[in-house]
């Protein structure tokens, strides 16, 4: 297929930088450091193996539930409709 200058395996190269940013900046966003022995949102304690599972975990797994549930808004566009690239 003809692309002009870039190469045979651009279009893959390019899908493949952009999973790796995503990677990158979720691990980026998991907790790290110290952990807590004590839930920071209810108080209970964080169960041993939690702990040592996720390093620098700071809720509890009932906790950490709640806020998983909660919807998270990623302000990218993923409708192809020219009105909601308007907005």
């Known amino acids: 297929m ?6 045979d395996s651009a279009v893959q190269d390019q899908i493949d930088a952009t999973i790796t940013d995503a ?10 450091g110290e952990g807590s022995t004590d839930c920071e949102v209810c108080g209970d304690e964080i169960p041993a ?6 390093p620098g975990v700071r809720t509890c797994v009932a906790c ?3 806020r ?3 919807p998270a808004f990623t302000h990218i566009n993923r409708r192809g409709s020219k ?3 308007l907005r």
């Open 64 to 66: 950490q539930s709640v």
């Open 83 to 85: 009105d909601s690239q």
């Open 23 to 32: 990677v990158l900046a979720a691990r980026s966003r998991l907790p790290s």
């Open 49 to 54: 193996k939690r702990r040592s599972a996720i």
């Open 2 to 7: 003809a692309n002009g200058w870039a190469s």
């Open 68 to 70: 998983d549930k909660r």
